[in-house]
Nanobody, 119 residues
Framework: QVQLVESGGGLVQAGGSLRLSCAASGSIFSINAMGWYRQAPGKQRELVASITSGGSTNYADSVKGRFTISRDNTLYLQMNNLKPEDTAVYYC????????????????WGQGTQVTVSS
């Protein structure tokens, strides 16, 4: 199994910056992709950014040019020029190959970290 622990959330004024971190432990060598998701009250969870083991990245249009995802031994999300619309709980996600017949992959999730942007 994979365990994920997130940190770095907090309260910041519009235009400010935050850096989120996600520490992974367990069967970490089996991870082939990781990403950041967010969920605001009353809204569906959405993908913010993702990165594969080969370094390929993908971003939601709403954060492109402001957020940067990266990975070494830890997964990071650098968030610049934050807006009130970015307020949400941010979740770390890891994808690993499935080991059971018919299962392509398994998802693991952190507990989330709150990001609040004031105007």
């Amino acid at each position: 199994q994979v365990q994920l622990v997130e940190s770095g959330g907090g309260l910041v004024q519009a235009g400010g910056s935050l850096r989120l971190s996600c520490a992974a432990s367990g069967s970490i060598f089996s991870i082939n992709a990781m990403g950041w998701y967010r969920q605001a009250p009353g809204k569906q969870r959405e993908l913010v950014a993702s990165i594969t083991s080969g370094g390929s990245t993908n971003y939601a249009d709403s954060v492109k040019g402001r957020f940067t995802i990266s990975r070494d031994n830890t997964l990071y999300l650098q968030m610049n020029n934050l807006k009130p619309e970015d307020t949400a709980v941010y979740y770390c996600n890891a994808e690993v190959p499935g080991t059971t017949m018919g299962v392509m992959f398994n998802d693991y999730w952190g507990q989330g970290t709150q990001v609040t942007v004031s105007s």
